[in-house]
T-cell receptor
Framework: DTAVSQTPKYLVTQMGNDKSIKCEQN?????MYWYKQDSKKFLKIMFS???????INETVPNRFSPKSPDKAHLNLHINSLELGDSAVYFC???????????FGPGTRLTVT | DAKTTQPPSMDCAEGRAANLPCNHS???????VYWYRQIHSQGPQYIIH???NNETNEMASLIITEDRKSSTLILPHATLRDTAVYYC?????????????FGTGTRLQVTL
């Protein structure tokens, strides 16, 4: 009965490849987020979707493209991976009034 | 969003109360105080939030000073499982476009 799940948990790939990370929530929430946590442990928001519409788009390279096929899913596709993309990526979700965000377990991406 | 200042690290003996301070001297009248924590290798976890009154839930208590310029998160009986990085965040939760901005937090180490 996992609330927010992400796949895969670990992803190791080479520079230049294209990869996707999937996120699903079974909480009935209508807003989902992607965060990036770098090696220094800073956690920064990347994107937010509300009812499948993009509402927050931070300064993120356009190699990163989120896609929300429905309210329960928010996937992150990354083109032409670079070494600096190595990080832990967290998905989160919340209901309309975002007091409390529920985070997934994270996907550790390593680009070699 | 108002900036917060937290000590980088704290220790607490198991079974004792852990009191984690946060300074938010530039907080505005409609900004809430939120606390999240991140246990090693996990996603952040919501703990509690408040506007101006003290709050308590099953996890912790939140004490906000009368001038709202600082607050303290209290874990009444810390256990080893409470070892984590604790983040104090202030923000206006009025819309889905409102972001959580994580700082560097306080690393709490609970010891035997």
């Amino acid at each position: 009965d996992t609330a927010v799940s992400q796949t895969p948990k670990y992803l190791v790939t080479q520079m230049g490849n294209d990869k996707s990370i999937k996120c699903e929530q079974n909480l009935g929430h209508d807003t989902m987020y992607w965060y990036k946590q770098d090696s220094k442990k800073f956690l920064k928001i990347m994107f937010s979707y509300n009812n499948k519409e993009l509402i927050i788009n931070e300064t993120v390279p356009n190699r990163f493209s989120p896609k929300s096929p429905d309210k329960a899913h928010l996937n992150l596709h990354i083109n032409s991976l670079e070494l600096g993309d190595s990080a832990v990526y967290f998905c989160a979700s919340t209901r309309g009034n975002p007091h409390e965000q529920y985070f997934g377990p994270g996907t550790r991406l390593t680009v070699t | 969003d108002a900036k917060t200042t937290q000590p980088p690290s704290m220790d607490c003996a198991e079974g004792r109360a852990a009191n984690l301070p946060c300074n938010h001297s530039t907080i505005s009248g409609n900004e809430y105080v939120y606390w999240y924590r991140q246990i090693h290798s996990q996603g952040p976890q919501y703990i509690i939030h408040g506007l101006k009154n003290n709050e308590t839930n099953e996890m912790a208590s939140l004490i906000i000073t009368e001038d709202r310029k600082s607050s303290t998160l209290i874990l009444p009986h810390a256990t080893l499982r409470d070892t984590a990085v604790y983040y104090c965040i202030v923000r206006v939760p009025l819309s889905t476009a409102s972001k959580l901005t994580f700082g560097t937090g306080t690393r709490l180490q609970v010891t035997l």
